[in-house]
């Protein structure tokens, strides 16, 4: 089940990255298998070819490198950089093994670069990492019906949910909206 985080009080995951608490958990097992590499240079793990390191080390090799092209952090730095959209594809060549490390790699990698995407996305991930953390996979068909959701401005409605789905009521004046809407 999720939990609240001690540092924010949101679900935790949902401050990801600013908060912490939340990042403490999430880069945890990036963390925890970086640390067991026999040899810790990010350039080298970056630059190996696929299937040499597990995704989260990569990820985590990636995240500690500056992008040359824009300054910031090596794919996830300015939204049009060519240096940065180039390591965030080499990434992706390394595949997560399972549909909930993929769904938790996906929030991370959003949520670190959030301007790359539109906002409702990010909200989107931001909404599910919880769940996610705690094992959760969420189908494509469901992120589409949260973005949704939040697209109509049901956020926070969202986000004080527990548990999944995540799913909120249409509200009767809106209902009437969209009616009025499809008369001609
Ligand atoms: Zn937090
Ligand atoms: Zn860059």
Redesign the pocket.
Known sequence: MAKPCATCGDLLGRGYPSCQGCAEVVDRPLRAEWADLPTQDPALVADAPPGEYRWTCVDWAVRQLR??????E??A??PQ?????A?DAARWEVPALTSNEHALRTAMVVLRAPSWRRESVASTWRLVLPFVLTGAVVPPVELREIRTQVLAGRYDELAALEALPLTVPLLPWRRSTVQRELDP
């Open positions: 992008c040359q092209g824009c300054g910031g090596l794919a730095g300015a950089c060519v240096g940065c959209a390591a």
